[in-house]
């Protein structure tokens, strides 16, 4: 069993950054993939980026390449998200989410077994 706490949330300007930690519990955290997803006002959640077990391997929605960065510290027990160029439509919750299991779709919301409680972001235009 594992537990997510998203954290750094807040109000922003356009253009300016964020970086979303999130702190898992247990002492397998090395063994999960993580990722975040993201829910605006009225929409479905979605998918932003993922990264592996090692960290080695990091994929991005069309949407904020370029412009997020999801890291990991193994040792720390924490993954992050580093986003940089906010824009309004970029408002949402995010979440941060986890698996054990083989993630044939990343992108894919039930892929994952383990999700925080969410953290808002807001971006004032």
């Known amino acids: 069993q594992v537990q997510l706490v998203e954290s750094g949330g807040g109000l922003v300007q356009a253009g300016g950054s964020l970086r979303l930690p999130c702190a898992a519990s247990g002492r397998t955290f090395s063994s999960y993939a993580m990722g975040w997803f993201r829910q605006a006002p009225g929409k479905e959640r979605e998918f932003a980026a993922t990264?592996?077990?090692?960290?080695?391997?990091?994929n991005y929605a069309a949407s904020v390449k370029g412009r997020f960065t999801i890291s990991r510290d193994n040792a720390k027990n924490l993954v992050y998200l580093q986003m940089n160029s906010l824009k309004p439509e970029n408002t949402a919750v995010y979440y941060c989410?986890?698996?054990?299991?083989?993630?044939?779709?990343?992108?894919?919301?039930?892929?994952?077994?383990?999700w925080g409680q969410g953290t808002q972001v807001t971006v004032s235009s």
């Open positions: 989410t986890g698996t054990s299991r083989y993630l044939s779709d990343y992108g894919v919301s039930s892929g994952y077994n383990y």
């Open positions: 990264i592996s077990r090692s960290g080695s391997t990091t």
